[in-house]
């Protein structure tokens, strides 16, 4: 048995390839099935004055505090959701699965999860935000069932992605029932450092114990 972690990476100054290699040495690698998704389908994107850009949605423009563009990351949610059905197909169950990703895909992830596959093991967003009026807070808000453990990172000095929205959003999400570890790291901008892989990699492995799946084959 090989564990799916669909990654939802889309990474501004470090490859996602590059950030995985960084997550997860030759031992991993050998007891977790690392899925790697990141779209190559350009869209046109709002902010850049509609210039077409790979991004996994689009926005009316990068903020916490304007409407979402929910027609956009919908269709990405049902893209995800037959990668993700296709895993359960191969005989990985939903409670083996993380999603979680960089930036846009980190919010990507919180989407997908909290919206449509609340029974996954967990979601990891780095240096990434909800807007305030998100669909996931009204969502939430219907829940009663137990949620996916959200692990949160965010670089203090991000220009881009403010650490406060992803502080506010951490917040909100606590609010609603979703168990949430907030982590930041001085200095560091719209980018990953070694130090936050390492901290995921950890948590991963929590998550989702090698023993276990080891137990299970």
Not at 32 to 45: E, H, T, V
Request: net charge neutral; charged share 25%.
């Amino acid at each position: 048995m090989r564990l799916m972690l669909p990654v939802c990476y889309r990474t501004a100054k470090l490859h996602s390839q590059a950030a995985l290699n960084l997550t997860f040495n030759t031992r991993y690698a050998l007891d977790y099935r690392i899925l790697n998704y990141a779209s190559d389908l350009k869209r046109p994107y709002t902010p850049m004055k509609g210039a077409l850009s790979t991004v996994w949605f689009d926005r009316y423009k990068i903020s916490n505090d304007c409407p979402e563009h929910i027609e956009t990351i919908d269709a990405m949610c049902r893209g995800l959701t037959d990668l993700i059905n296709d895993e359960i197909k191969n005989g990985i169950t939903k409670n083996r699965i993380l999603v979680g990703g960089f930036s846009m895909g980190g919010g990507m992830a919180m989407h997908l999860a909290y919206r449509f596959h609340q029974d996954v093991a967990g979601v990891f967003a780095l240096s990434s935000f909800l807007n305030k009026e998100s669909a996931v807070y009204q969502a939430l808000g219907r829940n009663e069932g137990v949620l996916p453990e959200l692990f949160q990172c965010h670089g203090t000095a991000d220009e881009l992605v403010l650490c406060s929205w992803g502080e506010e959003t951490n917040k909100m999400l606590k609010s609603l029932g979703v168990s949430a570890s907030f982590h930041t790291f001085p200095n560091l901008n719209h980018e990953l450092s070694r130090t936050e892989i390492e901290k995921l990699k950890t948590w991963i492995v929590k998550k989702l114990p090698i023993e276990e799946a080891k137990t299970n084959e």
